[in-house]
């Protein structure tokens, strides 16, 4: 069966450091987004993409970067992690055509100390 | 900016009566909508969805309502059961974009 994993699962970091966070998706979905879910705010896109080497800034992109080589995945590094990136971090991923839903990973929850 | 809102935080309901979660929006460029539902530790997945040409879309125990002109969808779920107790959130997608915005959730709880 297709699917969408995330790893790790669970993160803990320290400030200052680099972080990435993998998805890779079976669905051979050419669209996929980064959300973070937080207490009030719902889940925010930080960032998309629309099919390899296309990448684009969501609402809450700053401090946060994706690349995407392939159609599988497309992995989220923080450059320099700060506490307020403490969050779980869905990765999701969609048909390219109009008004399909996204499939979404089971989460990584990153903590930042 | 919330464009996507969900006012009531949470929603408690007694099993077998109707839970009612509302959504409302400021995008009038917004044409398709959609509902997820969250259980803990586990990512959300799809409910039920609705096109701005319709003002109902129902599947079994799941109604969607949209109001156009008020901007407000509302999600119904008859009879309400334990399993349907999770986070929901409300979501929509501009026209000719292809990315979701989400509301904040609202986390339902069914009472035995």
Known sequence: DAE????????????????TLACHQTWNHNNMFWYRQDLGHGLRLIHYSYG???TNKGEVSDGYSVSRSNTEDLPLTLESAASSQTSVYFCA???????????FGQGTRLTVV | DQQVKQN??????????????NCDYTNSMFDYFLWYKKYPAEGPT?????????????????TVFLNKSAKHLSLHIVPSQP??????????FEQGAQKLVFGQGTRLTINP
């Open chain 1, 4 to 19: 969408i994993t995330q790893s790790p699962r669970h993160k803990i970091t320290e400030t200052g450091r680099q972080v």
């Open chain 1, 52 to 54: 390899v080497q296309d």
């Open chain 1, 93 to 103: 991923s969609s048909e390219s055509s109009k008004n399909t839903e996204a499939f």
């Open chain 2, 8 to 21: 009531s935080p949470s929603l408690s309901v007694q099993e077998g009566r109707i839970s009612i979660l």
């Open chain 2, 46 to 62: 799809f409910l039920i969805s609705i096109s701005s040409i319709k003002d109902k879309n129902e599947d079994g125990r799941f």
């Open chain 2, 83 to 92: 399993g349907d107790s999770a986070v929901y959130f409300c979501a929509a």
